[in-house]
């Protein structure tokens, strides 16, 4: 396989593979967003993310990628009176205190190594030292790492406290059993372009009605700017305006990748994300691999990282599997880069047949490197985990 031919099967952690029916969805024609079927269309889109998220209100739908549109609930919700706890387990987590920094008064920061997660007991002792803290965030999968955060458990503590909570959940909403309502979230980010299959172009965000009032409060909250929340609040409205023209082709892959979620079924769809996941954690062990997660109970149901072997190069074993197998996994990014290799599990790939590809590739190219992987052992492991689900 050469570099210029794309690969056979992509089992990235993001961008993904998206469904056909939502490429499809984005070359309907374009048309102008003022017109009133395309308004009515926005409108049953942005009520159609609410639903996928179990809240009563429309979704916030942001017209960019969600790094963006994070970078923005920064912007727009941190204000200068702000004590900021951010929660950092990796490489978003991280990130996100470099956002809040431009705008907050101060920050608290709980930072664990980028294989371990953050513990409530902590997050508990932060918020009863610092009574001052009004704003906490926290990634619920730092797809880097492959890891989740107990955010159900830290939205509680957070709701006792009286401080707004902001979750990146990008890479887990829709892949797995999580909601706003879950875990008391006043900001709860996410996309169609991870574990619903979509494209990574758009944004949806599910905002509280205490997180709104606070922008409104905020003075420094951006105004006609990519960074506003505020200035797209009721653009859901058909009777309202657009702020700037919409990404027309990614709404209408959006409102498809949801319709998708909803046929098929949320349960079923979480079922086959967390199967693959267990099939290829169990193959990669069997195969010699040692899982990224410092404890197994915190490693994500979307992404399985392992941890490059003593003596290999990650870049090695990404190129050694896609030249001869076809298969692109994905590398670490930032402070994980090196470190570890990562096969993702997120809406078209989420199928446990995956799993088997992917430990042979993984392994198979760890073996032609010089790592004694046993292939055939952790092909069977994974099957295994497959033939005991019937
Ligand atoms: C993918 C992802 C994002 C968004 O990053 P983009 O560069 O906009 O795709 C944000 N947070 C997490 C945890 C992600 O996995």
């Not at 169609?192 to 606070?214: D, L």
Request: hydrophobic letters at 45%; proline letters at 7%.
């Amino acid at each position: 396989m050469t570099a210029k031919k794309p690969p056979v099967l992509t089992l990235s952690a993001g961008p993904v593979q998206s469904y056909p029916n939502v490429l499809q969805a984005m070359a309907r024609p374009i048309g102008y967003d003022f017109d009133p079927s395309f308004q009515a269309f926005y409108e049953e889109t942005a009520h159609k993310c609410g639903r996928a998220m179990r809240q009563d209100e429309p979704a916030l739908i942001l017209q960019a990628e969600p790094a963006v549109a994070i970078e923005a609930a920064a912007a727009s919700l941190i204000s200068a009176d702000d004590v900021v706890l951010n929660l950092a387990s990796g490489v978003y987590g991280k990130g996100f205190g470099y956002w809040s920094a431009r705008y907050h008064k101060s920050m608290v920061e709980i930072e664990v190594p980028f294989n371990d997660a953050i513990s409530p007991a902590a997050v508990e002792a932060a918020l009863n030292d610092h009574p001052e803290i009004s704003v906490v965030s926290v990634v619920h999968h730092d797809t880097p790492s492959g890891t989740l955060n107990p955010i159900v458990d830290i939205g509680r503590l957070v709701a006792d406290h009286g401080a707004l909570l902001i979750v990146d959940a990008v890479s887990s909403f829709g892949g797995m059993d999580i909601h706003p309502g879950d875990c008391h979230a006043d900001i709860f980010i996410t996309g169609p372009g991870k574990c619903m299959g979509g494209t990574p172009g758009i944004t949806f965000v599910a905002v509280s009605q205490a997180a709104w009032e606070h922008m409104e409060r905020n003075p420094a909250a951006p105004r006609a700017s990519a960074l506003s929340y505020l200035d797209w609040r009721n653009a859901w409205s058909r009777s309202a305006p657009f702020p700037f023209t919409p990404s027309t082709a990614e709404v209408c892959g959006l409102a498809e990748a949801v319709d998708h979620y909803f046929r098929e079924g949320p349960e079923e769809v979480w079922r086959r994300h967390a199967l693959t996941a267990r099939a290829c954690r169990e193959g990669l062990k069997a195969s010699g691999a040692t899982l990224w997660a410092a404890r197994e109970e915190i490693a994500s149901p979307t992404t399985t990282a392992i941890a490059v072997p003593e003596g290999l190069k990650d870049t090695d074993i990404f190129d050694v599997a896609r030249r001869d197998y076809g298969v692109v996994m994905s590398l670490g990014r930032g402070a994980t880069a090196g470190k570890l290799m990562r096969i993702g599990h997120m809406g078209p790939t989420a199928e446990p047949a995956f799993a088997l590809i992917a430990v042979a590739a993984m392994g198979g190219a760890m073996r032609k490197l010089g790592f004694p992987a046993d292939v055939g052992k952790g092909v069977e492991a994974a099957l295994a985990v497959i033939d005991d689900q019937e």
